[in-house]
């Protein structure tokens, strides 16, 4: 199977809050994720939950049959009139068949960054299109600077079944625009940029009629 590697990096015009609930020390009930050297970070989960989604919205724009999680009799391998795994699965893994690829954190790696930011924010009621009484809440985002940048020489590493896959997942990359919490309160808008991409160590650009391979004859 050849081996892929990409090199990645976001850079954001409004500051992302990536995190989970707060933690003692804090008044915030949200707080920023750091590593352990205190670096913000976009975890790596993120980056696979975001590229796989993108890359489903891609394939079935393409006609290609997959299946659809998270009900058990419709992922694979009992989905009906999907090839198990389907090519999502493939590729990214599921409860059945292990992913072949590793994605690794995206770290904000300037120097002298300030420190988080905290914002107050207010539940809505999208129904009633108002807001939620006594629901006010605090949330941190990394610092509000312009082209906050977070990267990672190897963010995505491992290998793929097909060539054609790792130009799937190049192509997908430039679908995504967004990262974290409150996108909608126009928190985490920002772009992803391949700094490279290389197959069996040679280095290799998107070629959408790889892509278009994909789809059913």
Request: aromatic residues 6%.
């Amino acid at each position: 199977m050849p081996e892929v590697r990409i090199s990645l990096s976001l850079t954001f015009e409004t500051p992302p809050s990536v995190g989970a609930g707060g933690t003692s020390g804090t008044v915030a009930d949200k707080v920023v994720t750091r590593n352990g050297h205190g670096q913000f970070v976009i975890p790596a989960s993120q980056v696979k939950g975001k590229l796989r989604h993108a890359c489903e919205q891609l394939l079935r724009a393409l006609g290609v049959k997959l299946c659809r999680p998270p009900r058990p009799e419709m992922m694979c391998p009992r989905a009906e009139g999907v090839p198990s795994p389907c090519l999502l699965c493939e590729i990214f893994g599921s409860p059945f068949d292990r992913s072949r690829l590793r994605f690794h954190d995206l770290v904000a790696t300037q120097q002298n960054l300030p420190g988080e930011t905290l914002r107050a924010m207010v539940s809505l009621n999208r129904q009633r299109r108002t807001a939620e009484a006594k629901r006010l809440f605090l949330v941190e985002t990394a610092p509000h600077i312009s082209g906050l940048l977070f990267e990672n020489e190897q963010a995505i590493t491992g290998h793929v079944r097909d060539v054609r896959h790792a130009h799937l997942l190049l192509a997908s990359l430039k679908l995504l625009f967004s990262w974290g919490g409150g996108s909608s309160r126009g928190l985490g808008w920002g772009g992803a940029e391949v700094r490279g991409a290389w197959l069996e160590g040679e280095a290799v650009t998107l070629n959408v009629e790889e892509v278009k391979a994909l789809c059913p004859s």
